[in-house]
RNA sequence: GCCCAGGUGGCGUAAUUGGUAAACGCGCUACCUUGAGGUGGUAGUGCCGAAAGGCGUGGAGGUUCAAGUCCUCUCCUGGGCACCA
């Protein structure tokens, strides 16, 4: 008879199997087609786990185990993103070295993964503060040094007061810092920075043939910000000088009534203006403003550059010229022409400063870039990567600063350039890396002269080996190149991606580095991630975020405790669609609770019969067809629901086939592996392969059809779904309860057969 | 302002892609079991109505034998971008 489930002792007996036997290793040399199958790896933080991580790699889990059983070599691997700010944070905050931080924090993790019974390759780990794993992220680097895609910039950038580190655009929240919310500040800093945005269009064009969700395609596109148009030119009268402007609509030419440069335009500077002093303090009020700031005026300001005039190219008119800072600086020519009757912002400012708004009859744009001499050119408001970060923990950048010989590359064979020891990896706030402070380490021979000279000392931000971490897990242990080129060819691109957040920044970084690293022909896509999930959060209970701030956080061990890791799988799988936000509910668990004590109970009876029960045939390949093709579309929570509905109707039959209970195991592996496995054992059943699905049998013999009359519903039917027109329409007489509503011979039969029948009377 | 998703019971949600709306689960109600509560089972559970029946997928129109699904307009929610020329 049926005895207790005892989740605990079965899930670890099986969790141990699985790792003596290394059953998920992914093999590099096999016939087989194979399939890889990622999660975005976690950062290790100090927090731990809440039950919002698994939810992603059970999915992942459900379908890598899924691919394996349909005859696939699967590649799921896990590994550890563990470089940049908060692992910094948490070391100074609890007086720890980063790495030992980040060491305790991984054991952490793990500890917590493996009570959920993932079958992750864990042969292939990798951590991206491992100096064999960084020392291809630096690797990386000078190639793109190499071909000119890194550059030095003593542009102002973004820098974060409270982290005391230069930030790149896509680290911003606005104008606030994204990790702490503080407003950053404009601060020239020497800085390196990667150039991103060659590789914009390529970006955007590849877009259309991946198969992701269309808004992170559209987040983006928008990021991106392709816009085209043309760069005309308007001299200035009297002067030597001339104005480029960047205009998407070079057809309103005529109707341009005056121009604006930016604040930080250099024109500004050098041109002969007879009020100096006001527009020189309108520029410095402007730059001391964030991009936001100047954006939340209600007011457009501006400062006319008396006694200077611009030519208008097409009708030679003499407009005149302002300084505003609706202006930016960083798009375009960081000038406009203004056309205040076809652009609103041009419209307001020329209200307030009376000037004229005037109407046009638009112009072929071909035609007249083609008079003034203008030429076509495409704009982005993508900017290149900052990518210097005066922090400690992260990747040094490989380059040695020479007096004579500039920036030079640290020869490969020196790489890695080891992250040194350093008595406090504070931040300095001075602008320089905590690194410069270790003379020793900084003062160098240069590769090329051999003389004196420095290491860079700013070090690499976080995003830097999750952009290609993807690639290691192919060839995780080679040590002569960051992955072998047949191997990459084997396991290359990533099949389906898995993980939610970063829907611009680590997706839009990876896919750069990726596509420079096929223009120098180390990899062999043109795209890392062929199909990306993206997941919906775990609330907790109370709707809020999950955050030890708020004390709501739900450790996942804690519920497999109480539940059993299978449990956990299944209730997180069912609470809705992937892709949705759903708040924790414990109440819910129960219901999946039930369902895996009923499998038990049915398991453990003796309900098992040598023969099929006809009676489930139909229902068990529909299940089976359903469950498959959900898993492949990852819609979990109806595959979940269909076991339920097929165990309702085993329960009701109390009997089953074994190879009918075979084929429901096999399906409820992927989900819950611990009992399927042990329930597999206990009736001497083979579960490793997925079922085929018996098409003969998907379609039952007979069929509930909705009987209509003039369109509303009057009853129901049951026939064979191949029964004729006749034969349905004598059946819906013959029910009084159909007939009662038939006042005639109906003038119209519409039959779907197997759907629907409605008579018009 | 522009661009993407979405609005279905008390709740999470489902709907063979134009064919019986609410499957599955939670919760709730009643009864049985359980010798006192977080057990298991049976039945019920969209709304109005005693019933017959009527109404019902954010709202208003429309197409159709038939609309949650298609079309037009509109309101609301979430997300992305945003003085980007």
């Not at 020519?333 to 307001?348: C, K, L, N, Q, S």
């Not at 990852?634 to 009701?652: D, R």
Request: with cysteine; net charge negative.
């Amino acid at each position: 008879m049926a005895s207790e489930y005892d989740y605990k002792k079965i899930e670890k007996k099986w969790q141990d199997t699985w790792a003596a036997s290394s059953a998920f290793k992914a093999s590099d040399d096999s016939s087989k087609p194979k399939t890889y199958v990622l999660d975005m790896f976690p950062y290790p933080s100090g927090e731990g786990l809440h039950v919002g991580h698994p939810k992603g790699y059970i999915a992942t889990d459900i379908y890598s185990r899924h691919m394996r059983m349909r005859g696939h070599n699967v590649l799921h691997p896990m590994g550890w993103d563990a470089f940049g700010l908060p692992a910094e944070n948490f070391a100074l905050k609890n007086k720890i070295h980063p790495r030992a931080a980040v060491e305790q924090n991984i054991a952490n993790f793990k500890e917590q993964l493996a009570h959920i019974g993932f079958d992750y390759d864990w042969s292939r780990e990798v951590n991206t503060t491992d100096p064999a794993f960084y020392k291809w992220t630096q690797w990386i680097f000078l190639q793109m040094f190499k071909k000119g895609l890194a550059y030095q910039s003593n542009e102002p950038i973004n820098w974060c007061p409270s982290c005391m580190t230069g930030l790149a655009n896509e680290d911003l929240d606005g104008d606030v810092c994204e990790r702490c919310g503080t407003k950053v500040e404009k601060k020239s800093l020497p800085q390196w920075v990667l150039k991103i945005t060659n590789y914009a269009d390529r970006m955007l064009q590849d877009l259309d043939a991946l198969q992701w969700p269309e808004y992170i395609k559209e987040a983006q596109r928008n990021w991106i910000g392709k816009s085209e148009g043309a760069e005309l030119e308007f001299s200035i009268s009297n002067s030597q000088f001339s104005i480029k402007v960047f205009t998407t609509r070079p057809d309103t030419l005529f109707g341009a009534t005056y121009m604006v440069l930016a604040p930080e335009h250099p024109l500004v500077a050098q041109l002969q203006i007879e009020n100096r002093a006001e527009v020189d303090s309108y520029v410095v009020a402007s730059k001391a403003k964030t991009e936001i700031e100047r954006g939340a005026a209600k007011d457009k300001t501006g400062v006319e550059l008396k006694g200077i005039k611009a030519i208008n190219p097409a009708n030679k008119e003499e407009i005149p010229v302002f300084v505003a800072d609706y202006v930016l600086w960083g798009y375009g020519t960081g000038a406009i022409m203004a056309v205040p009757a076809h652009d609103e912002r041009d419209f307001e400012f020329a209200k307030k400063f009376n000037l004229p708004v005037r109407e046009i009859e638009l112009e072929d744009s071909k035609k007249i870039v083609e008079k003034v001499g203008g030429t076509w050119t495409v704009n982005y408001k993508l900017k290149d990567w900052v990518f210097s970060r005066q922090r400690y923990w992260g990747e040094p950048i490989p380059i040695i600063h020479c007096p004579k010989d500039g920036a030079v590359a640290v020869p490969e064979d020196q790489l890695p350039v080891l992250l040194p020891e350093v008595a406090s990896y504070e931040p300095s706030g001075t602008g320089e890396s905590p690194l410069a402070t270790i003379t020793e380490w900084v003062n160098t021979t240069c590769p090329t002269c051999g003389g004196p000279a420095k290491r860079e000392t700013n070090t690499m931000p976080q995003w830097a080996g999750s952009s290609w971490y993807y690639l290691r897990f192919m060839d995780p242990h080679n040590t002569e190149a960051l992955v072998d080129t047949k191997k990459e060819k084997y396991w290359a691109p990533v099949d389906v991606y898995v993980g939610g957040d970063h829907a611009v920044r680590h997706l839009i970084y990876a896919r750069f580095w990726h596509k420079f690293l096929y223009d120098i022909g180390a990899v062999s896509t043109i795209e890392p991630f062929a199909r990306l999930e993206f997941l919906g959060f775990i609330l907790a209970e109370d709707g809020r975020k999950m955050s030890k701030r708020y004390g709501n956080v739900i450790d996942p061990t804690d519920v497999v405790v109480e539940h059993g890791a299978d449990v956990f799988r299944l209730y997180e799988m069912f609470m809705g669609p992937f892709e949705n936000t759903t708040a924790w509910n414990p109440a819910s668990i129960s219901g999946v609770g039930r369902f895996v004590e009923r499998v038990w109970r049915v398991g453990t009876s003796d309900v098992l019969r040598t023969s099929d029960v006809l009676a489930l045939d139909t229902l068990l390949e529909q299940t089976v067809k359903k469950v498959g093709d959900d898993i492949e579309s990852f819609k979990f929570n109806t595959a979940v629901s269909q076991m339920m509905i097929l165990l309702n109707a085993i329960e009701k039959e109390k009997m089953i086939g074994k190879g009918q209970w075979q084929k429901f195991l096999s399906i409820l592996l992927p989900f819950a592996p611990h009992i399927a496995s042990e329930l597999a054992q206990v009736a001497g059943i083979d579960i490793s392969a997925w079922p085929a699905v018996d098409t003969g049998k998907l379609v039952a013999d007979t069929v509930v059809m909705g009987v209509q009359v003039n369109g509303k519903l009057r009853g129901s039917i049951e026939l064979a779904p191949t029964a004729s027109e006749k034969e349905a329409v004598a059946a819906a007489k013959n029910d009084p309860k159909i007939a009662k509503w038939l006042t005639g011979e109906p003038t119209k039969v519409v039959y779907v057969a197997g759907k629907i029948l409605n008579l018009v009377v």
